[in-house]
């Protein structure tokens, strides 16, 4: 049980570190209310003020404020870290196809991060984002696959995503690729 407890401590830790680095584009992004003044107060390292431009923006619905309002309740920037706070903003943009947003969502299902854990939501959610080409849910189809999680275990499948996810240049598929013997 004890094992256990340190497991799931270990697993949350690793899903803020990850949620904390998925891309918060704070260079050019979308164009939209608050969108750009809040990068640029994020690069100015002001999150209390991009935290509101981009919950202005998000309030009015832009996916891409959404994403990023949910990437500063995850970092705990500008406004405290809040699991909860950050799923909501992270399925909203997710369902209006934002690439990024779906990752995280995928992830914090793997995880159970907000929401309760659940492999084939973070399957869900992975192929949604892999589908329109982001590298990072690539790579995690690779590892839902090579692992059995939410699918059969498939080491052919896994080789494919790590591939596809490779080919973008995701640091993480490559090491998966060399351990495997595959580049």
Do not use: C
């Amino acid at each position: 049980m004890k094992s256990l407890v340190a497991r799931r401590a270990r697993d949350a830790g690793r899903a803020w570190a990850f949620l904390a680095t998925v891309s918060l584009t704070i260079a050019a992004g979308s164009a939209g209310a608050g969108i750009e003044e809040g990068a640029e107060a994020a690069r100015r390292g002001d999150y209390a003020v991009a935290f509101l431009e981009f919950r202005e923006a998000a309030t009015q619905g832009n996916a891409e404020a959404q994403y990023r309002l949910a990437v500063l309740y995850v970092q705990g920037r500008g406004v405290a870290r809040s699991a909860l706070d950050a799923e909501m903003w992270m399925r909203k943009a997710a369902e209006q196809n934002h690439p990024a947003a779906q990752t995280g969502l995928g992830y914090m299902y793997l995880l159970g991060l907000g929401v309760p854990r659940d492999d084939e939501m973070a399957l869900h959610w992975y192929r949604k984002a892999a589908d329109l080409g982001d590298g990072a849910a690539q790579y995690g189809l690779g590892v839902l696959y090579a692992q059995g999680r939410g699918v059969d275990m498939d080491q052919a499948e896994a080789l494919k995503w790590y591939r596809k996810a490779a080919e973008q240049g995701n640091a993480r598929a490559l090491e998966a690729l060399k351990r495997l013997g595959q580049h």
